[in-house]
């Protein structure tokens, strides 16, 4: 048998003052354009190297609870795509783990984006878990609003708060799912003040726009994924809930954050699933589209035309976010599979978004 080739060897140190430009380059090589908007550096930042060259680096962060915990934070960690492979993201966990301990961290948490699976699989296998919302309020009480600012995740759609030590459960997804629920119809009614304007006709208007669109969403999805035999499960968004808010209070719009299924358990990999991740996207797109062209060719019906300003001021944004909207910071959304799965079909999409939008 041949020799299996040896890994280089990989050395994780802090970040000297100098070595900021050269971390930032590999920083920006390996985050979306507009992710690289939001990089930061943090408290302490370790650096990865092999063979004397950077790969990699971890932003960490530290702060205290008022009950004197004291809490440690994964910011950012990134690594060289040329030095992909060599467990760089490994090193620089594991890096970071000791230093936490070090220094005094209680637990420790980190943001993943849904589909971020090699990064979500590297948590997992060290002992963290997904802290659901409930978990979260169990956990933090009044601070929950401290904790969510300094990790970031008041902004931060479709990424997931995970800690160490874990939860004891990640959420049952029907709990998530009629929280999310409720939490989208007061976002609509926030938005569109529908019980001052016009009443309680309205605000029953509103409510059902919401929970007939999502409702079709969710079902597509769930039956796409049933006919290709992927196990999946429901996850909130509860990082969109804040932005949901203030886009409802400041510009009086309606910002759906609808959660979605992903497979479960955390050994899957992304890349490698698009596939039957877009088929079950494609799924939730369609019914949501198909309602409202319906609708709009049945405008001059009196019911479906009382029905027609909640339907449009809840299906057109959930519609723009779902489909137009492939990229970061939104790429937890629908749009984002499809996108990765077939252009050519996504375009197809857009433009029937588009037309529909137009065309109203």
Same mark, same amino acid.
């Given at each position: /048998? $041949? ?42 930042? !370790? ?6 060259? !950077?790969? =990699? ?73 997904? !802290? ?25 759609? @479709? ?11 990640? @959420? ?43 409702? !079709?969403?969710?079902? =597509? ?20 809930? $804040? ?36 088929? /079950?996207?494609?799924? @939730?797109?369609? =019914? ?26 809840? @299906? ?12 970061? $910071? ?31």
């Amino acid at each position: /048998m $041949p020799d299996e080739p040896i890994m280089p060897r990989v050395e994780i140190r802090p970040m000297n003052p100098d070595e900021k430009p050269a971390v930032r380059r590999i920083a920006h090589r390996a985050f979306p354009v507009l992710a690289r908007l939001f990089f930061s550096w943090g408290q302490t930042v !370790l650096v990865a190297l092999s063979e004397g060259r !950077l790969v =990699g680096g971890i932003v960490l962060e530290t702060f205290a609870l008022a009950d004197g915990r004291k809490v440690g934070f994964v910011g950012w960690v990134f690594s060289d795509p040329d030095a992909r492979g060599i467990g760089v993201g490994q090193r620089l966990i594991e890096a970071a783990l000791a230093h936490f301990q070090a220094v005094g961290c209680h637990e420790v948490l980190a943001g993943v984006e849904g589909h971020n699976s090699s990064s979500s699989k590297l948590f997992a296998t060290r002992g963290f878990s997904i !802290l659901p919302l409930g978990a979260q309020w169990q956990r933090y009480r009044w601070q929950l609003p401290k904790v969510w600012w300094r990790t970031l995740h008041v902004v931060d759609v @479709g990424h997931f708060l995970w800690s160490r030590p874990p939860a004891a459960d990640e @959420g049952h997804p029907v709990t998530q799912w009629w929280v999310t629920l409720l939490v989208n119809v007061l976002m609509a009614w926030i938005a569109l003040r529908a019980w001052v304007v016009a009443g309680w006709f309205a605000s029953v208007l509103a409510a059902g726009a919401v929970l007939v669109l999502l409702t !079709l969403r969710w079902a =597509g999805m769930r039956l796409a994924a049933r006919a290709q035999g992927l196990e999946v499960r429901y996850r909130a968004w509860e990082s969109g809930f $804040p932005l949901s808010l203030m886009i409802a209070l400041a510009l009086r719009g309606v910002y759906p954050v609808p959660g979605s299924l992903y497979p479960v358990g955390h050994d899957w990999r992304y890349r490698e699933m698009v596939p039957q991740l877009g088929r /079950m996207a494609l799924a @939730g797109v369609i =019914g949501p589209l198909a309602l409202l062209w319906l609708a709009k060719a049945l405008a001059s019906c009196f019911p479906v035309a009382q029905a027609l300003p909640s339907l449009y001021a809840v @299906g057109f944004p959930l519609l723009v976010v779902d489909v137009l909207t492939p990229f970061f $910071p939104l790429a937890c959304y629908n749009g984002r599979r499809i996108w990765d799965w077939s252009r050519p079909l996504w375009a197809v999409l857009a433009a029937a978004v588009v037309a529909l939008i137009v065309l109203a």
